[in-house]
């Protein structure tokens, strides 16, 4: 049965079957070879979701929404810029924070990218930055999106590890904020560089409390997500149903750029991302049935023991399995189908299942930026009209940038762990 379920799941994969299709078909197929009734299947699909913690997902997602266009992501990019909109690659360094802002929000790499790149390229793009290196720097940028609490794999990754969500956004926060440091570096290298001069616009204290005080309450909608999560008022899961209410009174009321006709697209937009995401995670839930009642995960695990028990070896392989994965598949389907068989490997050597956990999440976020499934790439080819050998070509120093930080990530546990190690 584990045979035929691998060769008939990467025969799919292989010939473009979407990722949902190929588990259901791989696990349907499997089943039938080994005589046993199909009504494993849906009832291993309906278990696989039947969890409180998923209903953050479609949530997440619909907040997202919201704020890119209820005005929320527009007045983040006004406080970025106000920040450090001044100095030397001003623009690209105010992008990459107004992307980091965003991604306590959104959970999404391609929605982080959409949302912000909308507006920064065509301002990069005249203060002197190429066209391809700024749709490069708000893809790039989009990573952090599922890194910084709250992500929609992260809530997969818990489900399946039975880890605390609280406890993984947590770890998460240095992960998130070394990445976005280290491309801002990568961002004032090039503003150097190439010759770009900051951005300078000398605003009265009148002019800059404006433009703070129209930003507050989309600051305030991150705080209130997770101050809320963690001060214990509400779970990760009604965190995000609060995001879809706040986001839509901010949106509505105070900012007045959403309109009760854009719900319906919205609403459209959400159920459409959710259900593929849910439809991974019940086919995934058969396939998984399958790897358990054929005892893979075990076999994998110990014919890796059997090589090598020495953690160092075992994390760089782990890293080298991700990367690979993330250039083929989407994050949550990654999450899915990897947390299974290599998190059994990893803590029998002494691994925390958290750091296991952040280190797949960021790998599959860097996997967002490489060719040829890399969404946050497509998001911004659209955004700034450019095609994808070039915008590779200009990315490549934020690839090789974040991959450091991913193998920084993996030994240096405290970058991740120190957060929940103190508030967990």
């Given amino acids: 049965m584990g045979t035929i379920l691998f060769v008939i799941f990467f025969i799919c994969l292989f010939i473009n079957v979407p990722i949902a299709v190929c588990l259901g078909i791989a696990s349907v197929a499997a089943l039938i070879f080994g005589g046993i009734s199909l009504i494993a299947v849906p009832q291993a699909m309906f278990t696989a979701v039947n969890s409180f913690s998923l209903m953050a997902i479609p949530f997440f997602v619909l907040a997202g929404n919201v704020m890119a266009t209820g005005g929320i992501s527009r007045r983040l990019v006004n406080f970025a810029n106000l920040i450090i909109g001044g100095i030397r690659g001003g623009l690209a360094i105010a992008s990459i924070l107004a992307s980091m802002i965003f991604a306590a929000i959104s959970g999404s790499c391609p929605a982080t990218t959409a949302a912000i790149g909308s507006i920064m390229v065509p301002e990069m793009k005249k203060n002197g930055y190429s066209n391809d290196f700024a749709a490069a720097t708000v893809a790039a940028a989009g990573t952090v999106g599922q890194v910084i609490p709250p992500s929609v794999p992260m809530v997969s990754y818990c489900v399946l ?42 605003k009265s204290l009148k002019e800059v409390m404006a433009v703070f005080i129209d930003s507050i309450w989309a600051i305030l909608m991150p705080v209130i997500i997770l101050g809320g999560i963690y001060s214990g008022i509400f779970t990760p899961t009604e965190s995000a149903a609060v995001a879809v209410v706040y986001g839509v009174i901010v949106g509505k ?26 439809l991974i995670m019940a086919t995934a839930g058969s396939f998984s049935w399958v790897l358990t009642s054929e005892r893979i995960p075990q076999l994998i695990a110990n014919t890796l ?120």
């Fill in 161 to 202: 590890a039975g880890c605390s969500v609280g406890k993984l956004f947590l770890a998460g926060v240095g992960p998130g904020i070394l990445m976005g440091l280290v491309m801002m570096a990568i961002a004032y290298r090039y503003a150097v560089k190439n010759g770009i001069v900051a951005k300078k616009e000398k």
């Fill in 253 to 278: 009321f105070v900012y007045k750029d959403l309109h009760m006709k854009d719900l319906v697209s919205i609403f459209a937009k959400s159920a459409a991302g959710t259900a593929v995401i849910m």
């Fill in 305 to 424: 023991l059997s090589l090598t028990t020495n953690k160092i070896v075992l994390l760089f392989l782990f890293n080298i399995v991700l990367l690979i994965a993330g250039c083929f598949l989407n994050p949550s389907a990654a999450v899915i189908l990897l947390t299974p068989i290599l998190l059994p490997v990893l803590t029998q050597v002494g691994v925390s299942p958290y750091l296991v956990g952040i280190v797949m999440i960021v790998n599959l976020a860097v996997g967002q930026i490489t060719p040829p499934v890399g969404a946050c790439l497509y998001v911004a080819c659209n955004i700034a009209n450019v095609k994808l050998e070039p915008l590779v070509k200009a990315i490549i120093g934020y690839m090789i940038a974040l991959i450091v930080v991913i193998f920084a990530i993996t030994y240096i546990e405290p970058i991740s762990l120190a957060l929940p190690a103190l508030f967990g």
